[in-house]
């Protein structure tokens, strides 16, 4: 990338050839407006000296600037790599990663030592190394601190792995690229702006593409773009006519020299601008011209497209922001307090410093003259002032920096938990659930706020035609034998549409009547299906088995087109003047005479045509609140009824259209038709124009009837929806949708239900209004009551890990204050050992294995979450009871053997309180009362816990025995010199009745207050635990709650949310094909899944949630 410095500063000024994935390292170097920082620029050419080439630059240093960051256009030229390479734009190549071999370290170094304990530590094992200050070797913080930091780097190395190994198979993905006049497989990453790349059907696009020319007529493709918007509907494509020409001829495309002036990258998905100039004309590109990155191509064949932008040029990739290092609340709480810690450890030292100087000006210097201290160490100040630091070191323990090494083990152990777990297994499509990161596990247990989707996650953008009303009739439903409406397809068997030849067989309809009727030739349910069938913009062909195939722009189309094929109106194809189907057999071809498109502001779809017998008919589709004011005043009756039944339907879910038509009269259809083409003429104001006239013909239409489809939900969403609301997750739904779809896929979901007070719909239309409607809607809702709900078993587990780890490391923190010095009650090597041998393994297998209920309770009992979000589980409060338990449990540690070893003899009748036996009594007691503590706290025993928990104290004995062994002293003399005191020791029965009493006394007050808590006031998790245990003698039959049907005024609405429609294409013919050949095999596309989704699931009530359920939700 051109670096530009000038002459005449205080510094040189280079032209810097950066490498391509060095170029990032100097944004930092870049002010506002492009400048460059003289200092940072500096720092970093120092730094990187490997990543440039130097030349020295004479120009005003202003006039320069680092082009990458200020690209504000980009000129392509096709089939041309020398030319384009002058501009060197990035390569198709990305990089999602966030280190490499040369900068995992210093990166990684950065991040982790941005915890509070890391850099505390770092400072601590610096203040070791001088003499004067160190009370404790060395390797006792630089081991646990290597460890920690060893650990760490290993996960994050880890995640970072598989990012390179997602980024590598991207990269190597293979795509035909045109070079030297002839296709090459080329992998993604070499494949470079201008570079002219052919797709094939169900291809993934390498960069983002000029369409040039494609399969289809007029050179159309169609995409899927899933991948960058969640929509799984097709959207169309069409290149330029003048390359569309092109065809696949590779001569030809390899002579193309076309250049493109268009805009810089930028993450806009919806809007491109550009110009292509070629042959000595210009033509203007918009984005329908355009087929991003991450987009499929689907129902074409090939086609061929110019690369513009590449890799991180890429709209993809420009929405894709940089990997941060996040951190989650738990980190930042625990930042918190071992800041605080640090506080209370100042605090300790300054004051011990305090009372050495006082000790030392009126006590040690009686004792200076036999020292032989210098005259310089005399000053009792200095002499406080080192000891303040020698304390700083003696109680670094202190600070827990053990916890944060606990938590990653325990984040990563989860992680593989969430890729190991069946029921998060989707087995039709071979999917696990993956944990892409491991650091922000526990964040699932804290959740308040869902935002989701609506298309491809609540629903499965299924459409299956359910139920219609024509003519005042409902089809779809019977009266059962109480005279009561009920569900034809739970009652009766699906029509077999076998004797129709042609008819989708995964499409089912369960109400024998309409069959009946078309046999019987209701005229009126003739017209309700011929409108199915020719109002629409669905594309039709065969395949090579000779199977006609749908291409729809929305699966709504699609449903009520299959549902008039399968009930005899069959659409068979289209050109940009006739509609042809086929009626009961019969093929009839219709005139198109005109087509009025859907919009988001008319809400209706119309067809003008003429039948075979010359008659000219509308026929319209849309919104039944718009359609209905179109209609004569002759439909009154009918329209009452009708209204009736599209709130049944609306009742159940549904998303209706109403159905209507008007029969023309010739001469008046000729004069609006030529008003029509003059307004199309038009230059200002033709939509105006164009719309005013579609609303003149499109009146006094007679009602023929609506239709109810079905918006398949995803497996599960109402009961998930169900549990995250009683677990007091808030959720949002974000949708194009207008109100009407938004409200119906509420009701669906079970996010609204018939049992709420009050649903407030907020649709203000600035800020202000929005926040005074929403502050209404508030004062309302603190005048309701509110559901109880509690927490997760998940994050309530990791807290208690949280909780046990801090007080261990409290626990563990003594001193003992001699003649004014210091000396740790515990050896060096215990102290060393701790943390990080004798009490992590046992943490461990409870933050990982432990569970205080099961799964299935988990799930019956979705307030159990509600303690995680509330953060009650480990807080402030939380820390300062594990602080004062801590306290506790160090001063029964220390004055417990203190007394009972006060003038006492042992056994064998010599003194038992010197120095290392009282060390081993009192740290033999830590490690037994801290695996008690441990035990206590688990809740779910597995041969791991039992392993670890005995096993460490087994490691325990065996090495403190090790350790006070001849064979140690013989090796290192110096580091090991007591030797046989822990034998000694513990062949005392004295010293293991103190063991035993301290242990008692450490452990009673916990074991009590836990007795008296979970029988006076036990908490939701307890009362389960206890149900639990009684299920596991007898299991109690479980109570279905009884299935209600909803009804409501409120109405779907597919004219809401269906896209703008093909209607001018189809009118222009660019999409009809001359001949319709069978496609190449593989185009085969299934649209429709009919299968019945089961609506109401089983709702898992019990005693106790009953006791806690309060009066109506209501919903905001």
């Known amino acids: ?123 601590l094992l610096i203040l070791q190394l001088i003499p004067e200050i160190s009370s404790l070797t060395w390797f006792t913080t630089m081991v646990p601190l290597v460890l920690v930091i060893t650990m760490t780097a290993v996960k994050d190395a880890t995640d970072d792995y598989f990012r390179h190994k997602s980024d590598n198979q991207v990269n ?25 790349v052919k797709l094939e059907n169900n291809q993934f696009v390498a960069a983002d593409l000029l369409l040039l020319s494609s399969s289809e007529p007029h050179g159309l493709c169609y995409i899927e773009t899933a991948e960058l918007d969640g929509e799984t509907n097709l959207k169309v494509r069409h290149a330029l006519s003048v390359t569309s020409e092109l065809g696949a001829d590779i001569s030809r495309l390899a002579k193309f020299d076309g250049t493109v002036v268009c805009e810089a990258p930028n993450n806009k998905l919806d809007k491109f601008t550009g110009v292509l100039s070629w042959k000595d004309s210009k033509h203007s590109l918009n984005n329908e011209k355009i087929i991003l990155r991450g987009c499929i191509l689907r129902n074409t064949s090939w086609c061929f497209g110019m690369v513009i932008f590449a890799g991180p040029d890429t709209k993809l990739m420009q929405n894709s922001g940089k990997t941060k290092f996040k951190r989650t609340s738990i980190d930042r709480l625990m930042n918190t307090l071992v800041l605080w810690i640090f506080g209370f450890l100042v605090c300790m030292g300054v004051i011990l410093a305090i009372g050495n100087s ?59 938990f969430i890729n190991w777990d069946r029921k998060m297994y989707y087995p039709e499509k071979a999917t696990p659930a993956e944990a892409r990161t491991t650091t922000l596990n526990e964040e699932l247990g804290q959740i308040e706020y869902i935002f989701s989707d609506k298309t491809g996650t609540l629903t499965e953008n299924i459409m299956t035609f359910k139920k219609c009303s024509i003519n005042g009739k409902i089809y779809g439903e019977a009266d059962d034998d109480m005279g009561q409406k009920t569900d034809m397809t739970k009652k009766n068997k699906p029509v077999d549409f076998a004797v129709n030849p042609q008819a989708d067989r995964t499409c089912q309809f369960s109400d024998h009547r309409l069959m009946e009727s078309i046999k019987l030739g209701d005229s009126k349910v003739y017209e309700f299906l011929r409108v199915l069938a020719l109002c629409h913009t669905v594309m039709s062909e065969e395949n090579s088995a000779g199977q006609l195939i749908y291409q729809v722009q929305s699966p709504d189309e699609g449903a009520l087109v299959t549902a008039a094929r399968n009930l005899g109106f069959i659409f068979k194809s289209r050109t940009s003047e006739t509609i042809t189907i086929e009626e009961l057999g019969t093929l009839v071809t219709y005139q198109l005479l005109a ?217 563990g923190d003594y001193a003992l204050i001699i003649n004014g010095h210091s000396l740790t009650v515990y050896d060096q090597w215990f102290i060393t050992l701790f943390n990080i041998v004798y009490t992590s393994l046992p943490v461990l297998a409870m933050g990982i294995f432990d569970q205080d209920v099961d799964d299935q309770n988990s799930m019956d009992y ?11 589980l480990f807080n402030k409060r939380k820390f300062f009871i594990c602080m004062a338990h801590g306290i506790y449990t160090s001063l029964a540690l220390f004055f ?221």
């Open 595 to 811: 087509f009025l498109d859907f919009n988001n502001i008319r809400k209706r779809m119309s067809v003008i045509v003429r039948n075979p017998e010359g008659q000219i008919k509308l026929y319209s589709k849309g919104a039944d609140t718009i359609l209905f004011e179109k209609l004569h005043p002759s439909n009154e009756d009918l329209l009452t009824l009708t209204t009736d039944h599209l709130s049944e339907f609306a009742g159940e879910g549904l998303r209706t259209l109403a159905i209507a038509y008007r029969d023309l009269d010739d001469k008046y259809f000729k004069e609006w038709h030529k008003m029509l083409e003059d307004a199309n003429a038009l230059i200002d104001e033709r939509d105006e124009r164009v719309a005013g006239l579609y609303e003149e013909i499109e009146r006094d239409l007679m009602l023929l009837g609506a239709t109810a489809v079905e918006d398949k939900l995803q497996e599960g969403v109402i009961e998930t929806v169900t549990n995250l609301s009683l677990a007091n997750i808030k959720i949002w739904v974000l949708t194009g949708d207008k109100q009407e779809t938004a409200i119906n896929i509420g009701y669906a979901c079970n996010m609204l239900t018939d049992d709420m007070n009050d649903v407030f719909i907020i649709s203000g239309n600035t800020a202000v209004e929005v926040r005074e409607e929403l502050r209404k809607a508030k004062e309302n809702l603190f005048e309701q009551n509110r559901s109880f709900s509690n927490g997760h078993v998940v994050f309530e587990k990791q807290q208690m890990e949280l909780d046990s780890v801090v007080e261990e490391t409290i626990t």
């Open 862 to 872: 979705p307030q159990l979450y509600e303690p995680g979000q509330l953060n009650l």
């Open 358 to 416: 006082i000790w030392e000006n009126q006590v040690g210097d009686q004792f200076r003259t036999f020292l032989f201290w210098n005259e310089g160490e005399k000053n009792s100040v200095f002499s406080g002032f080192l000891t303040f630091w020698s304390y700083i070191i003696i109680l670094n323990t202190v600070v827990p920096i053990s916890l944060y090494v606990s938590m990653e083990v325990i984040r990563l152990g989860h992680s593989y």
């Open 896 to 1116: 417990i053997p203190y007394g009972a070893f006060y003038n006492v003899a042992g056994d064998d009748g010599q003194h038992v309180a010197d120095y290392q036996s009282f060390a081993v009594t009192m740290a033999t007691s830590l490690v037994i009362v801290v695996s008690v503590q441990i035990a206590l706290d688990t809740s779910y025993w597995t041969v791991i816990n039992h392993v670890f928990i005995w096993g460490s104290v087994a490691t325990y004995f065996s090495i403190l025995f090790t350790m006070h062994s001849n064979g140690i002293f013989g090796i290192f003399p110096n580091q090991f010199p007591f030797v046989g005191n822990a034998r000694h020791s513990l062949a005392q029965k004295c010293i293991w009745l103190v063991i035993l009493l301290t242990t008692v006394a450490s452990v009673m007050p916990v074991v009590a207050f836990r007795f008296l808590k979970v029988d006076l006031c036990p908490a939701l998790s307890d009362q389960i635990r206890r149900r639990q245990k009684a299920q596991k003698k007898a299991k109690p039959s479980r109570s279905r709650r009884p299935q209600t049907r909803r009804s409501s005024s409120r109405r779907s609405g597919y004219a809401f949310a269906h896209q703008e429609g093909y209607g001018e294409l189809i009118t222009s013919g660019k999409n009809m094909r001359a001949k319709n050949p069978p496609p190449t095999p593989g185009l085969e596309k299934t649209l429709y899944n009919s299968t019945s989704w089961i609506e109401n699931l089983c709702k898992k009530t019990t005693d106790t949630v009953s006791s806690f359920s309060l009066d109506k939700t209501v919903k905001l």
């Open 1 to 123: 990338m051109p670096f530009h410095y000038a002459s005449g500063l205080d510094f040189l000024f280079f032209l810097v050839s950066m490498v391509p994935w060095a170029s990032p390292v100097l944004s930092c170097c870049v002010g506002i407006h492009g400048h460059v920082h003289p200092l940072k620029a500096v720092a970093v050419l120092l730094a990187f000296p490997s990543l440039y080439t130097v030349e020295p630059c004479s120009k005003d240093l202003s006039k320069y600037f680092w082009k990458k960051s200020l690209e504000v256009e980009r000129i392509v030229k096709a089939n041309d790599r020398e030319h384009n390479e002058k501009f060197q734009y990035a390569d198709n190549c990305i990089h999602t990663s966030k280190y490499n071999i040369l900068t995992f370290l210093p990166i990684n170094l950065f991040e982790q030592f941005q915890r509070v304990a890391n850099a505390y530590f770092l400072f």
């Open 172 to 196: 190597n993905r293979l795509s035909e690229v045109l070079i030297d006049s002839k296709l090459q497989n080329e992998k993604w990453m070499n494949v470079k702006v201008g570079d002219i």
